[in-house]
């Protein structure tokens, strides 16, 4: 089993910056990758990034490739998100999500087993 609890989020001014965390609770010694997705009001829940095991291999979408960063420490079971330059269109719940490290990165949200409870990230024009 795996809980994930993300923190980090809040209400910003477009050009700002937030960083979203991700702690994973493991009651097994489980290697995960981990992912970030969001879900705007009235849209469908989208894949954000995502991050192996080891850190090698990432992913992003293509509209936060340059401007949102994924990283993790194992050591603490945490995933972390480095929004800048943010937009109003970055407005939605942003969830914290993982799937076994063996089967590598995913962007769909069948990809993944674990899901966090969302943190709000709102960003005013």
């Known amino acids: 089993q795996v809980r994930l609890v993300e923190s980090g989020g809040g209400l910003v001014q477009a050009g700002d910056s937030l960083r979203l965390s991700c702690t994973a609770s493991i009651r097994t010694l489980t290697r995960t990758t981990m992912a970030w997705f969001r879900q705007a009001p009235g849209k469908e829940r989208e894949f954000v990034a995502a991050i192996s095991w080891g850190r090698a291999n990432t992913h992003y979408l293509d509209s936060v490739k340059e401007r949102f960063t994924i990283s993790r420490d194992n050591a603490k079971n945490t995933v972390s998100l480095q929004m800048n330059n943010l937009k109003p269109e970055d407005t939605a719940v942003y969830y914290c999500?993982?799937?076994?490290?063996?089967?590598?990165?995913?962007?769909?949200?069948?990809?993944?087993?674990?899901w966090g409870q969302g943190t709000q990230v709102t960003v005013s024009s």
């Open positions: 999500a993982a799937r076994p490290a063996l089967l590598g990165i995913a962007d769909t949200i069948t990809g993944y087993d674990y």
